[in-house]
């Protein structure tokens, strides 16, 4: 079984604070991917990688930076935060970037003031 | 704009019955339908996928029903169980060329005992 794991589960910020949200996988897998989950919007795509140095766009990703230091580490980094990105953040991976299986950590409540 | 849709928001039935969860896409292009079981707390796991050759997929009480031609599959789970109570998401993705998994806004389903 894949593993996926998120830090912080939870975090309290302000308005304009700097957060930063990280992940690790341990299975090798080249591509990671940073989620964000809204009721009534489902999971959208915010940023991911398809390995240490590399970051692509995703759907929505306004707002925020990403980096992959290495293969297992995934960071998601809001520099000027907003209530607008108050949401439940996830983090994935998968082995290749094709259709196939999504891991996804078990999430980070973020809320900003 | 949602280009994966799922319906109903939230479904209760009861121990025994079948829940059927609806999803419609638009992008005919898709061919690769997962759907992914989501419990408080946790993040999201692959519970059962269907590609567009194919027009049902089963595994044990969970079936996908898949209509091509309406782009509309369904998800119904027989024999509910409480433990199955938790939020249901339809994805859908090309597998080929550039992937990416758009996800619906997921099905809250209750089941009572």
């Known amino acids: 079984e894949a593993a996926v794991t998120q830090s912080p589960r939870n975090k309290v910020t302000v308005t304009g604070g700097n957060v930063t949200l990280s992940c690790r996988q341990t299975?090798?897998?080249?591509?990671m991917y940073w989620y964000r989950q809204d009721t009534g919007h489902g999971l959208r795509l915010i940023h991911y990688?398809?390995?240490?140095?590399?970051?692509q766009i995703g759907d929505v990703p306004d707002g925020y930076k990403a980096t992959r230091t290495t293969q297992e580490d995934f960071f998601l980094l809001l520099e000027l935060a907003s209530p607008s990105q108050t949401s439940l953040y996830f983090c994935a991976s998968t082995p290749t970037g094709g259709a196939e299986t999504l891991y996804f950590g078990s999430g980070t409540r973020l809320t900003v003031l | 704009q949602q280009q994966v849709r799922q319906s109903p928001q939230s479904l209760t039935v009861w121990e025994g019955e079948t829940a059927i969860l609806n999803c419609s896409y638009e992008n005919s292009a898709f061919d690769y339908f997962p759907w992914y079981q989501q419990f408080p707390g946790e993040g999201p796991a692959l519970l059962i996928a269907?590609?567009?050759?194919?027009d049902k997929k089963e595994d044990g009480r969970f079936t996908i029903f898949f209509n091509k031609r309406e782009k509309k599959l369904s998800l119904h789970i027989t024999d509910s169980q409480p433990g199955d109570s938790a939020t249901y998401f339809c994805?859908?993705?090309?597998?080929?060329?550039?992937?990416?998994?758009?996800f619906g806004s997921g099905t809250q389903l209750t089941v009572m005992p």
């Open positions: 269907i590609r567009s050759v194919s």
């Open positions: 299975n090798s897998h080249n591509y």
């Open positions: 990688s398809y390995g240490a140095g590399n970051l």
């Open positions: 994805a859908a993705s090309r597998s080929s060329g550039s992937w990416q998994l758009i």
